[in-house]
């Protein structure tokens, strides 16, 4: 496949400028294989034993490396270090736990896309799946915010916090921490914090760093590397994990949109957006498109997940911001739900349409930008692509039926892309969310 350049010409994804385009549509693409059913991502829970990393943990992206002194952590008395993922023995987050009275243990999580955990562990409190609930949590007198909490073991109550600089500076500096959850109100010293914060996030940036280089080695249906065979279609996303180049081509081809230019994941920045992959539609540079994906869990909050990515956009274009979003559809374990915004950076008013899905393995964020003059092409594009996605998603569904099959996902038809399809999450992350936490520049408690 020929490399190109693509020259956007819109100002909400800066990244996209002159990334060199790696996959075209110049041919039809291969027909792509069969998807295999995969057991949804659990939400990792925190381990009150030792962290993975004093077991040897593979590196990241199953590469074999010397464990990074960074994953093992033992920091202003908080201890851990680098966890795996129990089914794939892939790095997963990194977690840091300190040992209260009455029982009690603090822990903190945080995954390669930054995204944080709090949680709380009590042996004996014996919760069931379903006992969710609200938390809050308060450091000193510098921050107060409410959370859900999901039990992520018998004894734990973990607490998502997305992307958060703020929850992570205020516990590194602060002198005293309240947390809430279904379980009662519990107070924690916060002595050691700076040093061991400052420890987790030395040890998600090594992560980060194996996983940059691993992506690149990383073997394409168990051969030789990618980057060996000289196969662009199989290189994963930009975070590590997700849908690779050529199940996005195929995607978008089959949606029917034409003279796409997908960029090379390698050479796509850090942005607040947390782009997988991305693109330009037709060859005037007037569409770019990107995806952002995240691990799914049981259950189906398309919803929710639409509202966090649509809040991630607006950090990064506030300005004259407005949205608006349709009804989520719902079919079989499957979801889609569609949205457009427009705002204003700098003196370049943009619109974005966007589609939310749902799959086998994740949640993806599609959408497609352009100038607010020229909406209607952004929004077309992501109209075919939403359209398409819908369609697959009910034939699937409508095939399990069928089939009579109940529980697990059913395969995808052979003679079509599955639903924004994707291989299986190397890794599963705490939670969901952005940009890295500042590093705390004030001692702590």
Known sequence: ?????????????????????????????????????????????????????QTQPPAAQGQQAPTPKEF???????????????????FSYCGIQKVYDAGLTL????????????????????????DKGQARIRVDATYDKKFDAVPGSPEAYVVPTGQNGDLFQALAKGS????????????????????????????????????????????????????ANNDPRA????????????????????????NVAIADPRKLPRDPLQINQAWQVGTDGKVVGGLH????????????????????????CATDWQSSDQPSVVNGPYAIKRAELSCKMG???????LVFTLDD?????????????????????????????????????????????????????????APAAAPAAPATPPADGQAAPAAPTTPGG
């Open 347 to 353: 003196e370049q008013a943009i619109s974005a349409s």
């Open 361 to 417: 393995n994740y949640y993806t964020a599609f959408f497609h930008q352009s100038l607010l003059a020229e909406k209607s092409l952004s929004e077309d594009a992501s109209k075919k692509l939403g359209d398409f996605i819908e369609k697959q998603m009910a034939l699937v569904e409508e095939k399990a039926k069928q089939e009579g099959s109940q529980g697990a996902a059913p395969a995808a038809p052979t003679d079509q892309p």
């Open 72 to 90: 093992l952590i033992d920091a202003g008395g908080w201890k851990g270090g680098a966890f795996a993922n129990p089914n794939t023995r892939q």
């Open 1 to 53: 496949m020929k490399l190109s350049t693509l020259r956007a010409g819109v100002a909400l994804l800066p990244l996209l400028f002159a990334v060199p385009a790696i996959a075209q549509q110049a041919t039809t693409p291969a027909k792509p294989a069969e998807a295999a059913p995969a057991a949804p991502a659990q939400p990792a829970a925190p381990a009150p034993a030792a962290p993975a990393a």
């Open 293 to 316: 994906q995240e691990p799914r869990g049981d259950a189906i909050e398309i919803d929710q997940f639409a509202k966090r990515y649509l809040e991630i956009m607006k950090s990064v």
């Open 107 to 130: 822990v903190f999580q945080m995954n390669p896309n930054y995204n944080f955990n709090l949680a709380v562990l009590k042996q004996g409190w014996g919760l069931k799946e379903g």
């Open 235 to 258: 290189l994963i996303g930009a975070q590590g994990f997700g849908m690779p180049v050529g199940a996005l081509q195929d995607t978008l081809h089959a949606a029917g949109l034409e």
């Open 176 to 227: 005293k921490a309240i947390v809430t959850t279904p379980k009662g109100e519990f107070t924690f010293p916060l002595s050691g914090t700076l040093a061991g914060l400052n420890a987790l996030r030395d040890c998600n940036e090594a992560a980060r760093k194996l996983i940059a280089s691993a992506q690149g080695a990383a073997p394409a249906g168990g051969g030789a590397p990618a980057a």
